[in-house]
């Protein structure tokens, strides 16, 4: 008792410690649990050495996901997901399969462990794929709809899977064998199906009039592992008992009490059995075959992303959509370590090739969330690029207005909106124009009227109002451009004052070197203004907190001004001056 009490508490401390850091940090709870499992392993501090047993028990944990997924699939809605379910969500899994299982062959495996090796990749992590896309709140979107008709179809295809490897297994046995196990197990269906139509459901009922919510949920685990024990029982997957069970029960009224009561123990055994996976994952085998290890997963995502890019685009879905569907199922899934552990168990698999690919699946997982950004990061620029470009056209087809601005606003980030706030609301005529279409748009849908204007084009400025405008303010958030405009502005345009935003002292003092009309630091008054506010908090009289803070700023210019005299009679200002 105090081994199992012992056991059970560093399973929990693990969980606990690790899986919300590996959340945390976007790996997901899966690769949290296998990073525990890995931590607590005889591979690594040995606090845990009965893997094989826990691992068999904890699969108790995938019976019950398949029973929940079978919940889920009510004839109603496979039919109306029916095109991509088993149209994509088919040749992902034909096609990945085949050709990962070629690649296998290419490394020397033999047909019928390369088969296995590739249906298993197939598959893609349901659990992790659904966490990324529900964390970025995509799974309503239209690629967030298409993943999930895949992963549907890969949990349909774990069970004909399952049955494969035993068909692999057993291919040895007398022909009249293996049609007397056929026929057991085409049987055993039969019946459960049978049973669980006319025989569950009134049993059920009886069950809820006791009003026990105990008895309830002892009734739904007694038919979820009933039926599970009895495919095993005839040679078939116990996944393919809980997942009939849930399939049959999928239109009762007792679905959804039947997930609450069900869901918490699908999580921990099932948390249970990633642990136990990574107790299995030996860090030796790791080291020794690490080139190896880490091509196969480069090899595998390549695969899959472009497999699956290729057949979205082919059932119609845009670029971006096939893309984030790609790198989305791009990893290996939880149901590989089930397909390659049946494998070994049957002698299909050695426990090395287990543990590689294991640690291949795994790794997958870990990369996932970084190529998922990556993909995200290029699409974003690809669509602002392009949308930029498409405003940009229509945008340098407009005409400035024909009045005569007192105000030329050149940028319209944040600063130049405000100053356009203060002139708009004391009626004073401006026209403003900026270089990013992202500002125009935004500025539009405000209400102001901002053009499309490069500020060191003379034809452009002359255009918006320069000539005749008053006063001129360079808001513009890049420094070099500001100092290239101004310089011709002042050129240029010599009627106008100038005023120009500096972005910190140094590009102020180049500003001032221009003989500008008035610079100003973008943070500069903010900060007085906190400091004034400071100071009064402090309990500074308000009149002694302003005199402060102007002795402080006129001080301040000063030096600044003390520094752009001096910097402007050295031999380089003189030459700058010279050539300029």
Do not use: C
């Amino acid at each position: 008792m105090d081994h199992f009490l012992l056991s059970t508490i560093i399973f929990l401390l693990a969980a606990v410690l690790i899986v919300p850091l590996a959340k945390h940090n976007g790996l997901g709870a899966v690769l949290g649990y296998l990073g525990a499992g890995l931590l607590i392993g005889p591979n690594s501090l040995g606090l845990i050495s009965e893997v094989e047993a826990i691992l068999h028990f904890s699969e108790l944990g995938v019976v019950l996901l398949l029973f929940l997924i079978g919940l889920e699939l009510k004839p109603r809605r496979l039919w109306v997901m029916r095109k991509a379910v088993f149209g994509l969500g088919l040749a992902q899994v034909l096609l990945s399969g085949a050709l990962l299982g070629g690649v296998a062959l290419l490394f020397g495996l033999t047909w019928k462990t390369a088969l296995i090796a590739g249906f298993g990749l197939a598959l893609s992590s349901t659990a992790f794929a659904l966490q990324l896309m529900s964390e970025r709140g995509e799974l309503s979107s239209q690629y967030g709809r298409g993943a999930f008709a895949i992963l549907l179809f890969q949990d349909l295809a774990v069970v004909p899977l399952l049955a494969l490897v035993a068909a692999l297994a057993d291919s040895k046995v007398h022909d009249s064998n293996a049609l007397l196990n056929l026929a057991k197990g085409l049987g055993m269906i039969i019946a459960v199906i049978v049973i669980g139509r006319f025989a569950v459901k009134p049993a059920f009922h009886l069950v809820a009039k006791a009003h026990s919510r105990e008895l309830f949920t002892a009734a739904a685990l007694l038919v979820v592992m009933g039926t599970a024990w009895l495919m095993e029982q005839v040679g078939l997957s116990m996944a393919l008992g809980a997942f009939l069970a849930g399939m049959l029960l999928s239109d009762s009224e007792f679905r959804h009490q039947l997930e609450a009561d069900i869901e918490p123990f699908r999580g921990l055994l099932l948390g249970l059995f990633f642990m136990a996976v990574g107790m299995q994952m030996d860090l030796h085998l790791l080291l020794e075959h690490i080139g190896i290890i880490l091509a196969a997963v480069v090899v595998l995502m390549l695969i899959k992303t472009g497999l699956i890019y290729a057949m979205a685009r082919g059932f119609g879905n845009n670029n971006a959509d096939s893309l984030r569907m790609g790198v989305t199922l791009s990893q290996g899934g939880e149901f590989a370590f089930v397909l390659f552990s049946t494998a070994a168990q049957s002698k299909l698999m050695s426990t090395e090739l287990t543990g590689i690919m294991t640690l291949v699946v795994s790794i997958s997982m870990a990369f996932t969330p970084l190529v998922v950004k990556a993909a995200d990061s290029y699409l974003g620029r690809q669509q602002k690029r392009q949308s930029d470009d498409e405003d940009t056209q229509a945008l340098e087809h407009e005409t400035f207005p024909e009045h005569n601005p007192e105000v030329l606003i050149i940028g319209f980030g944040r600063i130049g909106l405000t100053i356009a706030r203060v002139l708009q609301a004391r009626n004073i005529a401006f026209t403003a124009i900026d270089a990013n279409p992202a500002h125009i748009r935004f500025a539009r849908r405000l209400g102001y009227e901002v053009y499309y204007g490069d500020a060191l084009r003379n034809d452009v400025l002359e255009a918006a109002g320069a000539e005749k405008a008053r006063l001129i303010i360079l808001a513009i958030n890049n420094p070099d451009i500001s100092e290239k405009a101004a310089l011709q502005i002042r050129e240029h345009f010599p009627r106008a004052k100038l005023f120009a935003r500096a972005r910190n002292s140094e590009n102020a003092l180049h500003l001032l070197e221009l003989d500008l009309d008035h610079v100003f630091l973008e943070t500069y008054d903010t900060s007085l203004g906190v400091s004034l506010e400071a100071l009064q908090a402090l309990g500074v009289p308000a009149d002694k907190a302003r005199q402060w803070i102007l002795e402080f700023r006129e001080t301040d210019l000063a030096q600044l001004e003390a520094k752009r005299l001096s910097k402007a009679t050295s031999p380089q200002a003189e030459s700058w001056q010279h050539e300029h």
